[in-house]
């Protein structure tokens, strides 16, 4: 075979004996299907926002993914980017394997008492799909801090944390080993960085890291460390869930049953759910992953694992003495959110901004340890004697749907406001009028009487070349 003259295919070719070699070997009685199913174009699915249902309800025609409460599948990909209510955060393209994270939750929350103040961590964040699974299914007060190590990734994840809406996403820019080493989070989701073999068919490229025996050893070290670093972070009864886009057992099933074997205060926690899932249990040990491999169940490849720390979660809030809030917001500012009496407010750097007060507490702790990317909710920026509000409020659950007037948009002159193009609008009002499309906010435009101006800030605008945050 020429494969000195095509030194790219040769490439390609070698790395898919190596990742056949590895399926057969460790899943011999359905590695025919798993290959068969590589061979298959990927499945494209999204995930509701459940706080931004449009008025026209497109997703009633869609097939559900069966694990999970928001995710739908589709038939095709369509472009996401041309769609304003993906610019809106009414839903999410994720993958559906990993929405199992959404089953996951669901069945930890049937055993928790309904009022448990959850504080989570989603370690390895960006770009934020798992983010979304931890906002939408604990309860809309917990805590969920999403860091990632990678400043270029963060800004991704903060897009995606922004469209989403919610109040309660904080996001930090914190190496593993830069937490305080104490038990502050109840759940912690560990969404390693991997070999990433799983996604083949979805992202081929996924495997340009010349996938070999050394590099999964690389990976699996690097996943070592970060549960080393992070273990001590679990609460007693509190639980870690590790999971890769890979299917060797060395990221996975060998690796967590060395971390049980070591760490004694934790052990696995078993699922139980429809055959028809067709979730595959991989089994070692002491180890127990939850499996999906295309050609077997409907996503791309993902492993999963779920470990409880021994003991019993202490519904004991977080508290330290509140300090007091030198500035003090006027109320119009504070009119900006639908419920401001469960909010603090604050001022700084000309900006305005709000964090949830069952939240303040555990907030002014982490925040004087970890380097905080995003705090609660950015309202808007004084300049000189005007307000001007974000669009992270516009995005945002809790923003005031009353305070200014709402214009709504059909779908041309919303593709149109992304692009920041020129058109004409009848507004009634003068000033700040927010954009509606099919009764969900977009953005914000100023109406200065004999021409508008669009505010939506110039990284949203929609560009030819854009490939979307995903
Ligand atoms: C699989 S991706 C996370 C995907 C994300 N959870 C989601 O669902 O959208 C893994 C992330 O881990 C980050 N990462 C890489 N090395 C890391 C390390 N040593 N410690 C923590 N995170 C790391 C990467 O920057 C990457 O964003």
Request: with cysteine.
């Amino acid at each position: 075979m020429p494969l000195m003259f095509v030194s790219g295919v040769f490439f390609i070719i070698t790395m898919l004996d190596f990742l056949e070699n590895e399926i057969t070997k460790n899943f011999p009685q359905i590695s025919e299907k798993i290959l068969q199913g590589l061979q298959e174009p990927s499945i494209v699915s999204i995930k509701l926002n459940p706080f931004k249902i449009p008025e026209k309800h497109f997703f009633e025609k869609l097939e559900k993914v069966p694990w999970s409460k928001f995710g739908y599948y589709l038939q095709e990909r369509p472009s996401f980017v041309n769609d304003p209510l993906w610019h809106c955060g009414a839903y999410y393209v994720q993958e559906a394997s990993s929405m199992f994270l959404d089953f996951i939750i669901q069945e930890i929350l049937k055993i928790t008492p309904k009022n448990f103040n959850w504080k989570i961590l989603d370690l390895c964040a960006a770009p934020g799909g798992k983010t979304w699974s931890l906002a939408s299914n604990f309860p809309i007060d917990s805590f969920v801090l999403a860091n990632e190590i990678d400043p270029l990734r963060i800004n991704i994840l903060k897009h995606n944390v922004s469209v989403l809406g919610f109040p309660n996403i904080y996001i930090s820019n914190n190496q593993p080993n830069e937490f305080p080493k104490e038990p502050l989070f109840d759940f912690i989701l560990v969404d390693a960085p991997c070999s990433g073999e799983g996604m083949f068919r979805k992202h081929s490229d996924s495997l340009k890291n010349n996938l070999n025996h050394e590099y999964i050893q690389i990976c699996a070290k690097r996943q070592k460390n970060i549960l080393h670093e992070i273990k001590d972070l679990i609460t007693p009864g509190g639980y870690l869930v590790y999971s890769t886009c890979t299917f060797n057992l060395e990221e996975n099933e060998k690796l967590i049953n060395e971390f049980l074997s070591q760490n004694h205060e934790f052990e696995t926690f078993e699922l139980s759910f429809p055959k028809e899932w067709n979730i595959f249990i991989g089994r070692y040990q002491k180890s127990i992953f939850y499996r999906f491999f295309p050609g077997i169940t409907r996503g791309e490849g993902f492993s999963i694992t779920i470990l409880r720390k021994k003991g019993s979660l202490s519904s004991e809030g977080f508290s330290l003495p509140l300090k007091k809030n030198k500035h003090s917001t006027n109320s119009w500012i504070k009119n900006h959110l639908k419920n401001p009496e469960n909010y603090s407010f604050f001022f700084k750097n000309q900006s305005y901004f709000a964090i949830k007060k069952n939240h303040f507490a555990f907030w002014e702790f982490i925040q004087t340890e970890l380097k905080m990317i995003k705090n609660g909710i950015l309202i808007g920026n004084q300049k000189s004697n005007d307000f001007l509000p974000e669009q992270e409020w516009v995005w945002n659950i809790d923003a005031n749907d009353e305070i200014y007037p709402k214009y709504p948009l059909d779908k041309n002159q919303a593709i149109k406001y992304l692009s920041k193009e020129t058109f004409k609008i009848e507004f009634q009002e003068i000033g700040i009028n927010i954009m509606m499309y099919q009764g969900i906010f977009l953005g914000l435009a100023n109406n200065i009487g004999k021409r508008w101006n669009n505010l939506l800030p110039k990284i949203y605008k929609i560009r030819k070349s854009f490939n979307g945050w995903l």
